[in-house]
DNA sequence: CCAGTGATTCTCT
DNA sequence: GAGAATCACTGGC
């Protein structure tokens, strides 16, 4: 049991800010989250089950991977119970493990310093690594083979939760905003990001 | 701002 | 089945 069983989708969206998300030796903190709910007209599981989004409705904790505009995939976490059908997607990272790595499946020039010395302020070449469900997933490995799949320590994707009493990892604010990129459900405000702090920085838009 | 991109789904035959 | 519409996006102006 876990949280991903017990809490509210819109509630996990909220709590996997701080969150490590990890592929391998790859490794993010989540700044930006989007909560896709059973009743909601943005979610690809409002008009039932079909091919593509048969892992969103699998139990709290898998992974639902899709491909979006038939180039990007997109990496969300299963919540609820099998067969409701909602998950919040992954948005944005910091980047803080592996980030050669990321740098090179990005196909951006990274100097080859020390991957955990992040300049300060952090440059746009570095803000350009995860900013963005898309390349947050090139950026970790992600791909639709682990559509599916169960996410946990002893798989080879894994979400460490920010501990709330000691970490300063996780943001004190939430700020919660429209959705971005969608054309129904707009009145929802699904999308959650760190309203000040330096993890702020690392979200995919200002607004 | 907007073009590229192609899988998936929808709406008819 | 075929053709059209629709995208939970990115990168380059």
Not at 15 to 22: I, K, P, Q, S, V
Not at 40 to 63: T, V, W
Not at 96 to 105: F, H, L, Q
Request: aromatic share 6%; proline share 5%; net charge positive.
């Amino acid at each position: 049991m876990t949280i991903f069983d017990t809490a509210a989708t819109v509630d996990i969206a909220r709590t996997l800010l701080g969150a490590t998300l990890r592929v391998g030796k790859t490794a993010g903190i989540i700044v930006e989250t989007e909560a896709y709910l059973a009743d909601d007209p943005a979610s690809h599981s409002c008009n039932g089950r079909s091919r593509r989004n048969g892992s969103m409705f699998l139990s709290a904790g898998h992974a639902y991977v899709y491909r979006s505009y038939g180039v990007h995939w997109c990496f969300n976490v299963v919540t609820g119970p099998a067969g409701v059908g909602e998950a919040v997607l992954v948005r944005a990272l910091k980047p803080v493990d592996g980030i050669a790595t990321i740098a090179e499946r990005r196909g951006i020039v990274w100097d080859g310093s020390d991957a955990f010395n992040i300049p300060a302020g952090g440059g746009a070449a570095m803000k350009a690594l995860c900013s963005g469900p898309g390349k947050l997933c090139q950026a970790l490995g992600i791909t639709g083979d682990m559509d599916g799949s169960i996410i946990g320590p002893d798989s080879p994707v894994s979400i460490t939760l920010p501990d709330r009493v000691t970490s300063d990892r996780a943001p004190a604010g939430i700020l919660a905003t429209e959705r971005i990129g969608i054309s129904k459900g707009k009145d929802r405000l699904y999308r959650f990001v760190p309203a000040d702090g330096e993890l702020r920085r690392w979200i995919s838009r200002p607004k």
